[in-house]
């Protein structure tokens, strides 16, 4: 099962995301309060939108209230983030993958969170990615992983929640075989795919995988 949550920071490219959003084919879509801003502009009417609703265009409840789009409506006082709650209606939702568009840029006290959430996530056996036009961003956890693009493309490898043993990466330019990557070391940063798929294993840690696709 397949989700995408749209939630409320920078969306660069509207084409290129709406693409990207089309080509999952997504069981549900969740739209993040704000979010639905960006989803009205790229023409895509969400299953939910979730949150306060301070953030949403007023124009637009109704609007996505005529498409018979279900609302739940949060307090603006509560202990969750918007992005937290769409994650819980994920989990209700027997997910499997979660996509996170429009999680990054903007304030950058929500950019930390939104990537702090995908080792919630990752946790809750559901697997994580943060898509703009640009870029994906994984997490691998205790596992390894066939990566897929194309040749050339810019990988970074950045560990988070402390070091990563037993660190291997091959196809790529700079491999590692078994190394430790310490926590948020620049080691592995700007690595490049030299195939179209590449091998990250991690024996004993948590790391983000940084596909950069265009640039």
């Known amino acids: 099962m397949k989700v995408c949550i749209v939630l409320n920071g920078e969306i660069k490219n509207y ?17 993040a309060d704000g979010g639905c801003n960006h989803l009205y502009k790229m023409n895509i009417i969400p299953n939910y939108i979730i949150g306060d609703l301070d953030s949403i265009n007023e124009e637009l409840i109704s609007y996505y209230k005529n498409k018979n789009v279900i609302f739940e409506k949060y307090p603006t006082h509560k202990d969750e983030t918007d992005s ?16 996170f568009i429009g999680a990054l840029g903007g304030r950058i006290d929500h950019t930390l969170a939104n990537i702090g959430l995908m080792n919630y996530v990752k946790n809750m056996d559901i697997n994580p990615r943060i898509l703009t036009s640009e ?24 560990s988070i929640v402390g070091d990563s043993n037993g660190v291997t990466l091959e196809d790529m330019e700079y491999p590692l075989n078994n190394a430790k990557v310490g926590y948020l070391s620049s080691l592995g940063i700007s690595n490049v795919m030299v195939k179209d798929e590449c091998i990250v294993k991690v024996e004993d840690g948590c790391a983000l995988i940084i596909r950069n696709f265009n640039i």
Not at 87 to 94: E, F, S, T
Not at 141 to 151: D, V
């Open 84 to 99: 937290e709650i769409c994650i819980y209606l994920a989990k209700k939702l027997n997910a499997t993958k979660v996509d």
């Open 135 to 158: 870029e994906e961003i994984l997490i691998v956890k205790n596992e390894k992983i066939t990566l897929k693009g194309n040749k050339g493309d810019t990988v970074s490898f950045i």
């Open 15 to 31: 084409q290129k995301t709406k693409e990207i959003i089309l080509k999952e084919k997504y069981d549900y879509i969740i739209g």
